[in-house]
């Protein structure tokens, strides 16, 4: 689901369905995969009137583009279809192409409207893709359902994006963080009611002349992102929050992403650096 691995691990039994009925649902929201879906509707028709919760999420990515300078921008669109990541046909392209693509980047390119409930593309070619925040956003629902059903204890894993509701039979839920470069983790973390997302340049890129592209694009440059940060990890009181930081600090680096880290002072990182030169 999400295009990843969904995993729930509870000894409820009934936790299981209502954390994937639940994903589901988001999914046939905010998939664009999914040729029904409200965010592929709007891509092909420039405007669409939208769920309240495909508006809300659209100003969860709003806030995060404001709040990261940029970094964080969901009209990526055009961009990962030009560097191949939409049909894994991954591919080199021209210079002349990515500024092509990045004309159709920058999120004060969608237009809300909160009395109709209304999205609005500026440009036509305008694509939205909601990768980078759709799996938080689909764990957290999840919890929700979780609670509203009296389940207290369960972890969630979608692909990296992790919640950890209550406890693993009166021990924290230990997560294991993967090593970006070897196989096995780098170390476990000890976590209860929070949730915790790493984003990297292992999980989805391809390799062309010794230099790694990565799913996760610079929106200013039109590049993958090349700040030297292989895997980041954020552990937030949410996972949508947990999520949009990740990508955001694989796309700023460690320094850059420093100043936003203030805004959030609960927020716990660990970032992992490469070392100089290697891909
Ligand atoms: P993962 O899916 O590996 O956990 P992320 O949460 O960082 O990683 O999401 C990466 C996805 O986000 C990409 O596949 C793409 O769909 C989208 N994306 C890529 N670059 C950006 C960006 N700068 N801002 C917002 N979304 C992005
Ligand atoms: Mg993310």
Redesign the pocket.
């Known amino acids: 689901m999400l295009?990843?691995f969904v995993e729930v691990v509870s000894d409820e039994s009934s936790a299981s369905e209502i954390v994937f009925s639940e994903i589901k649902r988001i999914e046939g929201l905010l998939n664009?995969y999914d040729p029904q879906s409200e965010i592929s509707r709007l891509n092909r028709y420039g405007s669409l009137a939208v769920s309240p919760e495909t508006l809300y999420i659209i100003e969860k990515?709003k806030y995060?583009?404001q709040a990261s300078s940029g970094?964080?921008?969901?009209t990526?669109?055009p961009?990962?279809d030009l560097w191949g990541?939409s049909d894994k046909k991954y591919r080199k392209p021209t210079q002349a192409e990515v500024n092509r693509a990045l004309r159709l980047v920058g999120s004060d390119k969608i237009i809300l409207d909160k009395n109709n409930n209304s999205v609005k593309l500026k440009l036509p070619g305008m694509k939205l893709?909601?990768?980078?925040?759709a799996?938080?956003y689909a764990v957290d629902c999840a919890v929700k359902r979780l609670r509203g059903q009296g389940i207290k204890n369960c972890l969630i894993n979608a692909?990296?994006?992790i919640y950890c509701l209550g406890d693993n039979s009166g021990k924290p839920w230990r997560v294991a963080v993967q090593d970006p470069r070897k196989r096995g983790p780098l170390g476990n973390l000890k976590l209860e009611n929070v949730a915790v997302?790493?984003?990297?340049d292992y999980?989805?890129y391809f390799i062309k002349d010794k230099r790694r592209y990565s799913?996760?694009?610079?929106?200013k440059t039109g590049y993958p992102?090349d700040s030297g940060v292989t895997s980041a990890t954020a552990v937030a009181s949410d996972c949508l929050t947990s999520?949009?930081l990740?990508?955001?600090i694989?796309?700023l680096g460690k320094q850059g992403a420093e100043k936003l880290l203030d805004q959030f002072p609960d927020v716990k990182t660990w970032i992992i650096e490469k070392e100089r030169d290697n891909a």
């Open positions: 295009g990843t664009k990515a995060f583009w970094a964080f921008d969901i990526v669109g961009l990962l990541f893709d909601l990768g980078a925040i799996k938080g692909g990296g994006d997302a790493t984003s990297g999980a989805q799913h996760i694009i610079n929106p992102a999520d949009a990740v990508t955001i694989v796309v």
